[in-house]
Each structure stands twice: as structure tokens, then as C-alpha cells.
């Protein structure tokens, strides 16, 4: 019989439950990890990385049209959406199994298996029908989040497709209805488009991308049409008709409604955190709104049991559940220089064409803070490696505290912006000011340098714009 | 396998040390005991023993070398069967280890001068040293530079709690805030406001701005630095203390220790950790100086819990050793060994070092011949130790040498009296020197 008793158990296998289980280990905790599906949870299975392998394959066929313009031949280009799904399904297996090989190199104890509370330090796991107890003195739930469904625009995997029917599109749709554009619709939106559906994006706020700062939804705004996408922003999706092979959609915007003809509908209406059948009930773990609540040590109000990544609130990102896992299983050992997650310096990227990236404030919500700002911008039609790509479009803002020239925000669109913005996190979490960026030698040629150029435009200094 | 010496502390305080002279040569067969070098500090000169025996590999670092950084190699010794050509020294060297391999001549459990307050709730862990006592050069991030030099306060001033003391931009807007006076950790807004005059609770300390003194650097009172404060100046306010002391003769506990660890694989039970078995089971004879005083009543405790004083950067904590007279010497001492070590790297939770019934102080490995401690409240008394040294004494009414041990116990007089203190450390004095009786 194996082990039943553990120091930490960690109920979810995503990037947030299995990175929290590999820390453990490092510090030499017993630790189980619990995972009902599969390792590497949404992000590596169904979510980020697919995605990108999806993502790329569009991104090639693009480059393969503009051929030409590189002067390049590449006549009679196509694609088998068969076999470019089948790539990305072999990119998450690859990955899957290196969570699995990970997670032993680590020595954690893993349980393929749901789980639930079982009262104090307990958790019940059932094996397909095989029932165990399982104790630990520290129980971490990771159990991510799942797509919401809002009433009427349920996805059914026929029609109506979820991220996850995407991901394994067995057609490519002709007429694409995209409800939502938040980083996984726009993602899916920016993949069909690419192969040559006819995409229309309903966003409910006023434009798309809102988390984002403005300027930089604009921008993407005109770049998605310009790429053939049609955009309604401040529109609801009010019914869908399902008929047989088609679905008749109800859009209203200011007030005026009108009826759309698609071959297929993909809900991207947000997420909802995965907090049934964990036994939380006449636990005292407090959850709103679907998901669990946390301190700053991701502690829930149940003592010994804490939550992270997705299932404890926004920003759903991989890399917050990681890093909050990281604080949790840290806090739990003891050790110093521990310090609660700050969610602006979390950088968020979305992976459509062109690509986003930011991190910290937005323009706007620097401004109702009540900061004095000085805010930079650098066009990609600046920057030498950018034209040299052939990649003209895009651009890096900044935001600066005035005051202290602190950076409080960084704001990206254009080509590879997703691999750049990493490099403003760390001058936040450095806290740098806009003094050490200038003294920065940013190499050339690289996009990177518009980093330098935006932070010098932000004091009136930008040299090639 | 061949063991790297390492660079011993000799005070709980020291980073690094002068290494003045090698008592031994490369070649030159060791054994467990022996003095093979000089460490010099800015304090004293104490000799390195050597715990583990075999050959003396290689000297890596040289007499007379400057400088050198605690736990750093110094040395290899070659077990058995190894030459210097078959081992790799510069690799084990570089190995380095958890343990040190060497120690100051007198063992562990360092404690310092008074004795070891508990720290009361709400301060867990130390707060990390005020940047200015780190050196010239202060670690703050460039946003908390230019946010202090705005609002005019001095980084020396402040507290960081960014990753090893920096100062980040949260600590500037705790200093400004601490203007209020509620910032705990975070040091005073600027050197004027520091000077404030102290919290009544802090006893009634004379005024620190006497006109005429020379230039000073401030250092800010961490957490931890109040509490002792607080809780020192109470004991010494409201226990009325009385002091015995006993000369404890301890070549046979030296002997029974050296055969004790002879027997052990590679673990190490100290003097300090016999002292530990030994008050425990001596209290265990005489329950009460096992005992607390309250309004009330006197409690006398079922248990003895025994608060070991461990010096930490910035101060002392007091991790216990729980139900220690029912502990053999071995058990105490792997348990010391993780207290200590976790109480070092501030890791303790407060449940490890709240709570005991009687305390220890041990300042013998400084030189320390006997001091009187301050007792830990609320318990009733602290032992303090002495260094074991050689002196004359009489023996069947000859002069004869041995090796003398003076501790000296601090007793709550409202708690214990005399008779009964006396009685303790009589019990005390016979398991110390006729250790066997310890297996009683």
C-alpha cells in the first residue's frame, strides 16, 4: 500500500498545482499531487499551449501568403486542419508526459484520481470507483477554472464550440461567430481568420481586448480589420437559432437588433472556478462568485487549506497560479524574503496576429489613481528590425509616475511583443526608474530597442522617431 | 570519503575572521580533538579543533590570511586509505557541506549575555537588519532611492524587507507612514523622529538627546530588539532576582562525551546538550524551581520544557526543548541541532521557542568564567554556564587540576528560595560530575 500521509497535497495538476507540488519536494516536503484528467491541467492540455501550436500554424500559413514579399515563391499553399490539429494534440502529449517525468524526478506521489475534502487535514480521492483516504497537513487547491456558459449561448460541441471543441475543430468553419474577445476568443478569432474563415467578433464592452490598455485596443481593433475580421464592440449576442448545420444569431448593438447567418459559434464569455464536488461544503472556505476566496498568503478561511491560480480569481493566467503556488508552499515552509503576489507586475499576453502584450497599469487606470504621468510610445515602423522582418505594425508604450519615475505600466502590439514583455517585468519587479532603463544597453538590431526608444520618448528623448 | 574543514564561527555574530596561524601541516595525521589552526576576530583568538580525523590533505587557506568568510573551506582532511593524489581536494573543498567540520573550541548552543526572552506575539521571525549595519553600501531599489531622497529620508534609517535587506518602494511608504508611529519593522522617517523618546513600557530610559554628544549612527530597533527590551527590563523590574553559583568539575562529562560520540556515526552530542539532560532530570528530583510565579498561585509545571538561549542576527530566541527529563542526551542534541539551525535562518514557528519552564544561557564558549543571567519570564529561574576551564582545586587535601564548569542560577525569589535553589543545583552538580548517574 502506498502512502497516505503527507505534508503538502495538492489537489489539481495544472500549472499552478504541479509547480506548488514540485516546490514542496524542493524543500523537502512529502507531497501528493491529485489530478482527475490529465497533467499540466488546461494551460498545457487545453488552453495555452495548444493554442500556440494552433497559433503558429496559422502564423506560418500568413507568412507563407506574403510569400512574395520576401521574394519567395510559394505557389499553390494550403493546409490540412486535420493534421495541423493533430500537431498541436502532439505538442500538449509531448509536454503532458514531461509534467509526468518532472513530478517523479521530484518524488511527488501522484494520484490520477478526483479529490475532495474529508475533514480536517483529510482528503477523500476516488480512483475510477476506488475510494482512499488520504491526510496532509497542508492541502492546496488547484483546480483551476473551466469555460463559463452563459444561458442560450451554451456550447454544445456541435455548433456552439467552447475552447475546448476548438481546440479539435474537426471543420473549418466558413462563417464564424466569435462571442467574446478576451485573449481566448481572439486567439481562436485570429487562428480562423488566418486560414481563411469569415470571422465576426461580438464584444459586449466598447472595444476589444478591454483589459488592455486603450490606446493599445485600438490599435488592435484596426489591425484585426484590416486582416478581413469584422469587429462589433459594445453588442450582445441576444439568441442563437441552432439548426441543423447553421446557427442564426441575434445581435444587438445600440439598441438595434439584427440576425446573422453562421456555420459555427465559439463562446469565449469568460470562466467559472472549478469549486464543485471538492467538498467545500461545512468547510469554512468562503466562495464568491465561483471562486474561493484567499488572503495574500492564499489561505482560505479553513485552517490548512489554501487555494491558487484560477480557482482563487482573476487574472486567470498560468504563470500567476504558479507563482501564487510558489508564495503558498514558501509561506507554508517558512521562509524569508516571502512576499505576497503583486498582480501589476504580472505580465498578460494574447497570442493573436498582431500579438499584445502588458504589464501594470493601463494609461487610464494610472491616471484615476491619481498618478501624474509621463507616457512614451514607440512605433514599429521606427525600429530597423521590425521593417527588416517586415513586421512595420505595432507599437511600445510606457506609463511613468511623473513624481518618481517609477514604470507603472508597459502596453505592446506587433510582432513577437509576447517575448518582450518580460523585460519591462523585471525592471518593475526591480523597481527601476525610467533612469536605469535609459542606462540600459539594449542590444541592435532587435525589437527590443523600441523598448529603449518608448521609456526615452517618455521624456522627450526617443533618437529614431 | 575526504572532509573539508570549514571556517568556523566563533561567535553567533561573526561573518568572517582572520585565519592567523596553522597548527599543523600538510601530512600530519589528526585526530578528533586536535587544535589545527588560530582564527582570529576583532574580539579574540580561539583555537579550531578538528572533529574528524585522517590526514591533513591540503591547506587552502593560508596562515595569515585576512578576511575570511565563515563556513568557507579551509582546509581537507583525508580519511583512512586516501592519498592526496586520489581525491580531488578542490572539488570537496568546493563541496563545502551543510555542517561545518570545524568548531570553536567551546561548543555549540551560543547564547548571549543576558538572558533569552521569549518574544511575545506578534513577532514570529526577526525582522531583517537595518540596512545601515550592513556597511556603507545600502541596498535599496532605484524607485525607493529617489522616493526616499523626495521625501528626505535616510536609507540608512530604513528597514528593507525586499530579498537579502534591500530596500524597496513598500518600505519607503512604510517609513512615511510610520510617521504615524505604527510601523513596526519599517525604522522612523528620519533621524530626528527616531530619537523620539521610547515607549513608557521600555521602563523610563533617560532621554538620549543630552546635549554634547558626539556624531552616532542610529540603529533602528527591530521587532525583536523591543520585545527583549520590554521583556528584560520587566523581569528585572518585577522578579526580584538572587543569584548561586556552583562549580561544577567536569573531566569525567568530558570523557563520557567523547566516548558517547566516538560510538555515534558522524552526529555530535555537546557539553551543552549534557547541561540540557542534566537541568532537566535535576529538575525533575526538585520540581520546584520548576515553577512559575502568578498572582495567584505558584505554578509548578508537569513537564520541563527547557528554552535554550540561541544567538540570531539582531538578538537571541529561546527554542525549547520540550519534555526534556524524559529525553536521552542524543534526542536533545539532534533536536538542538534543527532548533538552532532553523532558529539561525529564522525559521522557527512560535510555538518552537514560546512556552518553557526554565531556561539556559551558555556563554562558556566566549571565555565566559560565570555571569549572572536575567531570567526569562514568566519562569522562575535561568541557569547560567560558564566556560569549562582548568583550575586548581583541593583534592584529599592535595592541590590537584581540573577541569571547572561554573554555573551560576538566577532564581525568581518569589518563586523559588534559596533552600530550594540550592537543593537544584546540588542535584544539578552530582549528574555534571558523575555523569553515569544521568542513566539513572
Known amino acids: 500500500m502506498a502512502d497516505t500521509q503527507f505534508d503538502i497535497l495538492v489537489i489539481g495538476g495544472g500549472p499552478g498545482g504541479y509547480v506548488s507540488a514540485i516546490r514542496a519536494a524542493q524543500l523537502g516536503m512529502k507531497t501528493a499531487l491529485v489530478e482527475r484528467e490529465h ?30 514579399s520576401f521574394g519567395l515563391s510559394a505557389g499553390n499553399i494550403g493546409f490540412d486542419l486535420d493534421k495541423v490539429v493533430q500537431r498541436s494534440r502532439g505538442v500538449a502529449k509531448q509536454l503532458n508526459q514531461g509534467v ?63 475552447y475546448k471543441h476548438a481546440l479539435v475543430a474537426d471543420t473549418m468553419p466558413k462563417r464564424l461567430l466569435v462571442i467574446g474577445s478576451g485573449a481566448i476568443g481572439i486567439e481562436f478569432a485570429s487562428f480562423f481568420n488566418s486560414l481563411g474563415s469569415d470571422v465576426t467578433v461580438v464584444e459586449v464592452m466598447d472595444r476589444v481586448l478591454p483589459v488592455e490598455d486603450a490606446e493599445i485596443s485600438g490599435l488592435a481593433h484596426k489591425a484585426f480589420e484590416k486582416k478581413g475580421m469584422k469587429i462589433m464592440t459594445g453588442a450582445t449576442v ?206 541592435h538590431p532587435t525589437l527590443s530597442e523600441m523598448m529603449h526608444e518608448s521609456v526615452l520618448d517618455a521624456y522627450g528623448r526617443a533618437v529614431h522617431f | 570519503m575526504a572532509i573539508s574543514v570549514l571556517m568556523p564561527a566563533l561567535s553567533p555574530t561573526m561573518t568572517e575572521g582572520k585565519l592567523a596561524t596553522w597548527l599543523v601541516a600538510v601530512g600530519d595525521k589528526i585526530s578528533a580533538g586536535d587544535v589545527i589552526a588560530e582564527i582570529e576576530t ?28 565563515v563556513n568557507a573551506p579551509i582546509a581537507v582532511i583525508l580519511e583512512e586509505g586516501e592519498d592526496a593524489g586520489s581525491v580531488d581536494m578542490d572539488a570537496v573543498a568546493g563541496s563545502g557541506g551543510p555542517a561545518p567540520k570545524a568548531e570553536a573550541k567551546a561548543e555549540p548552543a551560543p547564547a548571549p549575555a543576558a538572558a533569552a526572552p521569549t518574544p511575545t506575539a506578534p513577532a514570529p521571525k526577526p525582522a531583517p537588519a537595518p540596512a545601515a549595519s550592513s556597511g556603507d553600501r545600502v541596498f535599496a531599489s532605484p524607485l525607493a532611492r529617489r522616493m526616499a531622497e523626495q521625501a528626505g529620508l535616510d536609507l540608512g534609517q530604513i528597514t528593507g524587507s525586499g530579498p537579502n535587506g534591500r530596500i524597496v518602494k513598500h518600505d519607503i511608504e512604510d517609513a512615511i507612514a510610520g510617521g504615524t508611529g505604527k510601523a513596526a519593522p519599517a525604522a522612523a522617517p528620519a533621524p530626528a523622529a527616531a530619537a523620539q523618546a ?66 555515534l556515526d558522524g552526529e555530535k552530542v555537546s557539553v551543552n546538550d549534557l547541561v540540557i539532560k542534566a537541568s532537566a532530570q535535576a529538575l525533575k528530583k526538585v520540581p520546584a524551581a520548576n515553577a512559575s510565579w502568578t498572582d495567584e498561585a505558584i505554578r509548578i509545571f508537569k513537564s520541563v520544557d527547557i528554552s535554550v538561549a540561541v544567538a540570531i542576527e539582531g538578538g537571541l530566541i529561546t527554542p525549547v526543548i520540550r519534555d526534556a527529563q524524559n529525553k536521552g542526551a542524543l534526542d536533545i542534541a539532534r533536536e538542538m541541532k534543527d532548533l538552532a539551525s532553523r532558529a539561525r535562518d529564522g525559521k522557527l514557528m512560535p510555538e518552537e521557542y514560546q512556552g518553557g519552564t526554565f531556561s539556559i ?37 592535595a592541590l590537584a587540576v581540573a577541569t571547572v564548569m561554573s554555573c551560576t542560577l538566577s532564581v525568581d525569589h518569589r518563586v523559588v528560595d534559596g533552600a530550594v535553589g540550592a537543593e537544584f543545583l546540588a542535584a544539578f552538580k552530582k549528574l555534571i560530575e558523575d555523569p553515569l548517574t544521568m542513566l539513572l
Open chain 1, 39 to 68: 497533467l499540466g491541467g488546461i494551460c498545457l492540455n487545453w488552453g495555452c499551449i495548444p493554442t500556440k501550436a494552433l497559433l503558429r500554424s496559422a502564423e506560418i500559413f500568413d507568412h507563407m501568403k506574403h510569400a512574395e
Open chain 1, 100 to 162: 509526468g517525468h518532472l513530478l517523479k524526478k521530484n518524488k511527488v506521489t501522484v494520484f490520477m484520481a478526483a479529490a475532495k475534502l474529508a475533514g480536517s487535514g483529510k482528503v477523500e480521492i476516488d480512483e475510477k470507483g476506488k475510494k482512499q483516504s488520504l491526510s496532509a497537513k497542508h492541502i492546496i487547491l488547484a483546480t483551476g477554472a473551466r469555460a463559463r456558459d452563459l444561458p442560450g449561448l451554451e456550447a454544445d460541441g456541435k455548433l456552439v464550440w467552447n
Open chain 1, 238 to 443: 441576444k439568441g442563437l437559432k441552432r439548426g441543423a448545420k447553421e446557427v442564426v444569431a441575434t445581435i444587438e448593438k445600440g439598441g438595434k437588433s439584427t440576425e446573422q447567418t453562421f456555420d459555427r459559434v465559439i463562446s469565449a464569455v469568460g470562466i467559472v472556478g472549478n469549486v464543485e464536488d471538492l467538498g467545500l461544503e461545512g468547510t469554512k472556505v468562503k466562495v464568491d462568485r465561483t471562486h474561493v476566496v484567499i488572503d495574500e498568503w492564499c489561505r482560505t478561511g479553513e485552517p490548512g487549506v489554501y487555494a491558487i491560480g484560477d480557482i482563487a480569481g482573476a487574472p486567470w493566467l498560468a504563470h500567476k497560479a504558479s507563482h501564487e503556488g510558489v508564495i503558498c508552499i514558501e509561506k507554508i515552509a517558512g521562509l524569508k524574503d516571502v512576499h505576497p503576489l503583486d498582480v501589476k507586475r504580472i505580465p498578460g499576453c494574447t497570442y493573436c496576429q498582431p500579438q499584445v502584450a502588458s504589464v501594470g497599469l493601463t494609461e487610464a487606470a494610472a491616471k484615476e489613481a491619481g498618478y501624474e504621468l509621463k507616457v512614451g510610445r514607440f512605433p514599429f515602423i521606427g525600429n530597423g528590425k521590425a521593417i527588416a522582418l517586415g513586421e512595420p505594425e505595432g507599437m511600445v508604450k510606457t506609463v511613468f509616475d511623473a513624481k518618481t519615475g517609477e514604470l507603472l505600466g508597459a502596453h505592446m502590439i506587433g510582432a513577437e511583443v509576447t517575448e518582450l514583455i518580460q523585460g519591462y517585468s523585471v525592471a518593475k519587479t526591480l523597481e527601476t526608474t525610467e533612469v536605469d532603463l535609459m542606462h540600459t544597453v539594449f542590444p
Open chain 2, 198 to 263: 521610547p515607549a513608557p513600557s521600555l521602563g523610563a530610559a533617560p532621554s538620549p538627546d543630552v546635549p554634547g554628544l558626539p556624531a552616532f549612527d542610529e540603529i533602528p530597533n527591530t521587532t525583536m530588539r523591543k520585545v527583549i527590551a520590554k521583556r528584560l527590563t520587566e523581569s528585572k523590574q518585577f522578579a526580584p532576582h538572587f543569584y548561586l553559583t556552583v562549580d561544577c568539575e567536569i573531566d569525567a562529562l568530558l570523557n563520557v562525551r567523547k566516548e558517547l560520540n566516538a560510538k
Open chain 2, 361 to 397: 544561557s551558555n556563554l562558556g564558549m566566549f571565555g565566559i568564567k560565570d555571569f549572572c543571567a536575567v531570567i526569562n519570564p514568566p519562569q522562575g529561574a535561568i541557569l547560567a554556564i560558564g566556560a569549562g576551564e582548568q583550575r586548581p582545586v583541593v583534592k584529599d587535601g
Open chain 2, 42 to 69: 576583532d574580539k579574540a583568538t580561539m583555537e579550531v579543533e578538528a572533529v574528524d580525523e585522517g590526514v591533513l590533505g591540503k591547506i587552502i587557506v593560508a596562515a595569515g590570511t585576512d578576511n575570511v568568510a
